[in-house]
């Protein structure tokens, strides 16, 4: 079927509706085809990502390329798309060459730039198998960002055919999509589950014809070709709201299309027949009639589904909304046909354990054994009642200028850092035919459900669809191609990790680098150096600056590699010392004084004839920290030098550098100003300091002791609080530095590091508090929120830190409010911090 037969006899009316060009939709999936001729006068832009190549003949650009002709193929063209007229933006997340999957944070990085780039609605046809609805704990603050600005996020469900969760589509913020068969029965291969009940629906999944790359066209199968026929009626709706002179509002979008979705007709909710069904069945026509206020139906509530019940936390992986109801109703409505008792649905198997990662859904689905044909759901619209949300209108989200992310080839294997880490996430079978004059018939969806096993042998997020046929190559290119935005601000905080991109690199430093002098068996011998070694590779750098660029420089989160990082180029450098190569060093180490001879001159201060080259300030700091990373902050000796975290401002650019692990990472150019390191240890005693020396200086005040003075605990508990404060503050807000509110609350915290009065400020907040108190304040929130007063032409976040009385919750918080200019490479505050009594 053609993805505009969702909108019945209003296709062909001459007031059809094709979007709005104030809408923007963003398609996170495989290279698109810009070429092909159903694009010709669409508005799209492709935006850099970690995956870089045009597309070509791989699954992944079939995948991409159909999915976004099902969007925005321009009316007339061999596939007119849901919504041609609307702004289209273009991220690939899946590359042709690997095993079609993404880690999650690549996924998140992907929905975070969407939404800096003003998306309205986000299509991701594609997600991880989990056993629950979390995602990774990155992903999940991206998603929340979704879900702050107002974005709607429609992903596809996957093509398991089980009872199973994926992330994103699991997730309660997102609009799941699954699919259904030709006569509006669940497809077999579609998954589905209790979670998706309350945010899911069904949508026409079997033989959608759309675009493949090299400018043909073929039918495929699979939730990943129904998500964009739920992503494309939303844009729709939005679309609708502006021309009726309201404001875009996305999310109550989504509300309508789960509001007005046809409810299965079910006696018992919980049979497996019914559970397929998801929410309902997608009425793009119903919707359209709510929401320009042609319906005249009453409007009630849909049997409310079950609670879902308390489930492990999903992985992250691009996904489709189901529906437990067919696709599309008549325009008119037609009598109420019950439906016929379903076989009984076998046992549902076990799934078995997963590996990580985002996938785009594919592969071709298991035999499926004969079965008596379902019969048809036919059902009249009942009455709607649309959610409160839906009635609410926010303003429209103004597009925010986003810097462009670095596409990443897929990973094989999980990301490094277990909490950054996404659960595997398998490509659900789809069934593709091609299409030539005429649809190609597809095998019967009307066999029962497939349980099929889950067959993982790596991780990622992956296309909710298989893709087949064989489409010749082509460059990607085109109406739209390449992004325009300017480079995106990072303003990240981790650690910092070298790597070398492969062997020959590697063993290069190895057979550079100075012998170690050691001590075996008290004899003193040397060694081979080892290039993996911290502190061998500074003293070497030190002495050879002009190598300090032939490593891969990488900021970490939590063990997981997040960017690589590259020196601003240096400016004013100059050096008017003798040098002396690391070999003539080694030597020295043996004979200074005939070393000394041979370069001439005799009273040569070797402390000056071996001093270190000047070198880049961010390479200096670069590889001290690697050494400072691996002191160990509990021993005295090694204390003052141990560093915590480093605090990295920079450009993130349009390239990326593969890893010797394969991992492939964006490049972010770090500059100079703003680059900071610190020592989580030294600052708790620095904040326990001004802590004790501020409370025992209010006990002298008389008023103060007729009052009762704050107690501080014991030495070690004091310290403890504070240590829990900075850990809150860096692990539980840990983000990827790229939106401007997390710039903002990563150079707040750097701030917390650099200034610590605040800090000590925020646990005597007794003393500012009206009452009397003998108990330490604790940290409460942090929220970040679009700043009202700003200078022209800035980008402003006001960062709120609230702390409360954990021993009295009757007593007032009391807020510090910090305002955050996030223009520049290098966050500024401005005016004074603002406190005041309250929560903000």
């Not at 997608?282 to 509530?301: G, I, Q």
């Not at 060093?585 to 009273?603: F, N, S, W």
């Not at 021993?635 to 890893?659: A, K, M, Q």
Request: some cysteine; proline content about 11%; glycine content about 8%.
């Amino acid at each position: 079927m053609k993805a505009r037969a969702v909108l019945g006899d209003l296709d062909a009316r001459h007031d059809q509706p094709f979007g709005d060009p104030r809408v923007c939709v963003a398609l996170l999936d495989g290279p698109v085809d810009l070429t092909h001729p159903c694009f010709a006068g669409a508005d799209l832009t492709r935006l850099d990502t970690l995956v870089q190549e045009p597309a070509g003949s791989g699954p992944m650009s079939l995948h991409g390329t159909h999915v976004a002709s099902l969007l925005f193929g321009m009316p007339g063209s061999p596939v007119p798309g849901l919504a041609p007229r609307c702004r289209g933006l273009i991220l690939p997340v899946f590359r042709d060459g690997g095993n079609g999957r993404v880690p999650q944070m690549d996924l998140a990085r992907a929905i975070e730039r969407a939404v800096e780039e003003g998306a309205h609605v986000i299509n991701i046809s594609g997600g991880e198998r989990t056993d629950a609805d979390q995602a990774d704990a990155l992903l999940e603050r991206a998603l929340r960002l979704c879900e702050d600005r107002g974005v709607l996020v429609v992903a596809a469900v996957g093509n398991d055919g089980a009872d199973a969760l994926q992330v994103p589509a699991a997730v309660p913020s997102v609009l799941a999509v699954g699919a259904a068969a030709a006569d509006g029965t669940p497809l077999d291969i579609s998954n589905w589950g209790t979670a998706y009940r309350t945010h899911g629906v069904l949508a026409p999944g079997q033989d959608i014809e759309g675009a493949t790359p090299g400018g043909g066209l073929t039918a495929l199968t699979g939730s990943s070709f129904a998500t964009p026929l739920v992503a494309g009626t939303a844009a729709l709706l939005v679309a609708a709201q502006l021309a009726d002179g309201g404001a875009a509002d996305p999310k109550a979008a989504g509300h309508v299309l789960l509001a007005t979705a046809t409810a299965p007709d079910c006696a018992d909710p919980d049979a497996p027949s019914c559970r397929r069904g998801l929410g309902g069945s997608l009425d793009a026509v119903r919707a359209l009639a709510y929401v320009t206020r042609k319906e005249e139906t009453a409007v009630t509530t849909p049997a409310a589904a079950p609670t879902p019940s308390e489930a492990p936390a999903p992985q992250v992986a691009p996904a489709a909304y189901e529906t437990p109801t067919p696709y599309g109703a008549p325009a008119a409505p037609a009598p109420t046909q019950p439906m016929a008792p379903a076989p009984a649905a076998p046992p549902v198997p076990a799934a078995p354990p997963v590996l990580a990662g985002i996938t785009a859904d594919g592969g071709a689905p298991p035999p499926v054994p004969p079965a008596p044909a379902a019969q048809p759901l036919v059902q009249a619209s009942p009455p709607i009642q649309v959610p409160p949300a839906a009635a609410a209108a926010p303003a429209a989200q103004a597009p925010a200028q986003a810097a462009p992310v670095q596409a990443a080839p897929v990973q094989a294997a999980p990301v490094q850092a277990a909490p950054v880490q996404a659960a595997p996430v398998q490509a659900a079978p789809v069934q593709a035919a091609p299409v030539q004059a005429a649809p190609v018939s597809s095998p019967s969806a009307t066999a029962p459900p497939v349980h099929a096993p889950y067959v993982s042998t790596s991780a990622g997020v992956r296309p909710s669809c298989g893709c087949g046929g064989d489409p010749a190559a082509c460059a990607c290119g085109g109406a739209g191609a390449g992004g325009g935005s300017p480079r995106p601000l990072v303003y990240a905080i981790g650690t910092i990790g070298f790597d070398y991109p492969t062997e020959a690199r590697r063993d290069s430093f190895r057979q550079s680098m100075p012998y170690v002098d050691a001590t075996i068996d008290g004899k003193a011998v040397e060694q081979s150096p080892d290039p993996y070694s911290p502190r061998q590779l500074r003293d070497y750098l030190a002495a050879a600056p002009w190598a300090s660029d032939k490593v891969t420089w990488t900021l970490t989160l939590d063990g997981a590699t997040v960017y690589a990082l590259e020196a601003e180029p240096s400016a004013g450098m100059d050096w008017s010392e003798p040098l002396v190569s690391p070999v003539e060093v080694q030597r020295h180490h043996k004979a200074p004084d005939r070393l000394a001879t041979e370069q001439g001159k005799t009273d040569v201060d070797p402390a000056r004839l071996f001093a270190h080259p000047p070198v880049s300030t961010v390479y200096r700091v670069f590889r001290d920290a690697i050494v400072g990373q691996a002191l160990n902050p509990d021993d005295p000796e090694e204390r003052d030098g141990y560093i915590s975290r480093v605090s990295v401002p920079g450009v993130l650019t349009n390239r990326t550098t593969r890893l010797y692990s394969g991992q492939v990472v964006p490049v972010v150019e770090v500059k100079s100003r703003g680059l900071y390191t610190w020592n989580e240890a030294v600052l708790v005693d620095l904040v326990f300091d001004q802590v004790r020396k501020e409370a025992e200086a209010e006990a002298e005040q008389a008023d103060r002791m007729a009052q009762g003075k704050v107690q501080l605990r014991n030495d070690a508990d004091l310290k403890l609080t504070i240590r829990a404060l900075l850990d809150k503050i860096y692990y539980q807000f840990r983000n990827l530095g790229q939106t401007s509110a997390d710039r903002a609350l990563n150079f707040m915290g750097t701030n917390a590091f650099l200034f610590g009065d605040k800090i000590s400020e925020g646990l005597l907040s007794a003393s500012k508090v009206p009452g009397s108190t003998k108990n330490l304040y604790a940290l409460d929130t942090i929220t970040v929120t679009k700043s009202p007063y700003c200078r022209v032409g800035s980008d402003c976040q006001d960062v709120t830190v609230t702390f409360y009385d954990p021993e009295d919750e009757r007593r007032s918080r009391l807020s510090y409010l910090f305002t955050i200019d996030v223009s520049d490479e290098l966050p500024v505050t401005l005016a004074p911090v603002h406190t005041f009594l309250g929560s903000f």
